[in-house]
């Protein structure tokens, strides 16, 4: 007589026949009546559920409700119909457990705080402050204004409060506190203890600094530290009331290759280096120093005869001032320095003073008294070279067009 077993809501799982067993309906042998070998199965079908089919897979025809071990990742799981949900847990202890899943709880006996994890960490869920330590954290609070009851965030430290948070729209006077007005936004205590002395903040938050981040108007007083990127809203006007100076020398840009200033007003402007140079684009890749004359191919030219009349200027090492400067690239579109000091390269003897004139090759010499005129002179040498062969010496350039 056959078995009709049924699940534990009732529904009808399947009918077994007499004789027969069946491995393909639950994770489970069940075998009817007169099976051969049944006490194999039926110990076996024990002894799987003693240990909740502990495997590194996951048991095959699982039923709704049904536990599974799972053996490498020693977490408990349950079969919900579609998936295996790990069941998470709560545990107790001074270190952290080992192997924990996305959801376990943690009590950390040690320092009584309470922590989840969150699939590669521990979050620690409160208290903030361990025990046993000063009070620290950012912690809500309402104050009056003597008609209206405004919520903020009192920034403390160590016991004391050094600063307290506002969303307001508007500023106001609270009653019963240390700040004399509260703004919106971030506001620092006037006075803030360390080690025993007190200390004016470098940066005090007001009406007009914290708004500024929402493109209105802001004016910056005392030292303020920027580090990291510091975006400014294009639509507001910050006004600094002291020097801009860098952390370091010759180290930060003001802009970038890719995002510049637009107009930038001022009375003077002091660079290291010496020349005025702009971008052209030349009919082959020069060395910086080389002489070069309008024509060729390109625009710009090596200056290969002597005593051209054609001489525009030289390839510059490093410009004070680059015109020009989004045409091509150092190889394609180089600097030519049209007026100021900058290296050229030259040949033969030359003392400081001289006028040079293109010796061809794109390379200048002294020129003769006899033969320069107001065409041909690239510039005047700064200091002596007293050897015949070729070499570089620091030059004023000065073209005349």
């Known amino acids: 007589m056959p078995y009709n077993l049924t699940l534990t809501n009732g529904t009808a799982l399947l009918t077994l026949p007499d004789g027969t067993e069946d491995s393909t309906t639950t994770s489970?042998?069940?075998?009817?009546?007169?099976?051969?070998?049944?006490?194999?199965?039926?110990?076996?079908?024990?002894?799987k559920l003693l240990e909740h089919f502990s495997s590194a897979t996951a048991p095959t025809n699982p039923l709704v409700g049904q536990i599974w071990w799972d053996s490498t990742n020693r977490h408990l799981n349950v079969w919900q119909g579609t998936n295996w949900k790990v069941i998470s847990s709560s545990m107790t202890g001074t270190t952290a457990p080992t192997n924990p899943v996305v959801g376990d709880f943690w009590w950390n006996t040690s320092i009584s705080s309470f922590s989840v994890y969150n699939g590669s960490q521990w979050v620690n869920i409160g208290p903030a402050t361990p025990p046993g330590t000063a009070l620290t954290g950012v912690l809500g609070n309402v104050v009056s204004d003597g008609s209206t009851v405004h919520t903020v965030g009192n920034i403390v430290v160590n016991n004391k409060l050094v600063g307290v948070i506002s969303s307001d729209n508007t500023a106001f006077n609270p009653v019963g506190s240390s700040f004399t007005t509260i703004y919106p936004g971030l506001n620092i205590s006037n006075s803030v203890y360390v080690q025993g002395s007190v200390v004016?903040?470098?940066?005090?938050?007001?009406?007009?600094n914290v708004t500024s981040l929402n493109g209105t108007n802001a004016t910056f007083t005392g030292t303020v530290n920027f580090t990291g990127v510091v975006n400014m809203p294009t639509s507001a006007t910050q006004t600094f009331s002291s020097n801009v100076v860098p952390a370091a020398n010759l180290t930060y840009n003001l802009g970038s290759p890719t995002v510049w200033w637009n107009n930038i007003y001022g009375t003077s402007i002091h660079a290291q280096y010496a020349d005025l140079a702009e971008r052209f684009e030349t009919d082959a890749e020069y060395e910086p120093g080389t002489v070069v004359e309008l024509g060729g191919a390109a625009e710009i030219t090596a200056a290969v005869t002597e005593l051209s009349e054609e001489v525009f200027g030289v390839?510059?090492?490093?410009?004070?001032?680059?015109?020009?400067?989004?045409?091509?690239?150092?190889q394609t579109h180089p600097p030519i320095a049209v007026q100021g000091r900058?290296?050229?390269?030259?040949?033969?003897?030359?003392?400081?003073?001289?006028?040079?004139?293109?010796?061809?090759?794109?390379?200048?010499?002294?020129?003769?008294?006899?033969?320069?005129?107001?065409w041909n002179v690239i510039g005047r040498s700064l200091e002596d070279k007293n050897t015949l062969d070729t070499g570089i010496v620091e030059?004023?350039?000065?073209?005349?067009s």
Do not use: Y
């Open 28 to 47: 489970l042998a069940l075998v009817g009546r007169n099976f051969t070998g049944f006490g194999s199965f039926i110990n076996e079908n024990f002894i």
């Open 200 to 208: 004016t903040p470098s940066l005090v938050a007001t009406s007009a």
């Open 315 to 330: 390839i510059s090492t490093k410009a004070a001032f680059v015109m020009n400067s989004k045409a091509g690239n150092d």
């Open 342 to 374: 900058v290296p050229i390269k030259v040949i033969g003897k030359i003392k400081k003073g001289d006028r040079l004139v293109s010796a061809g090759n794109g390379i200048a010499r002294a020129g003769k008294k006899s033969e320069i005129n107001a």
């Open 395 to 400: 030059a004023v350039v000065k073209i005349n």
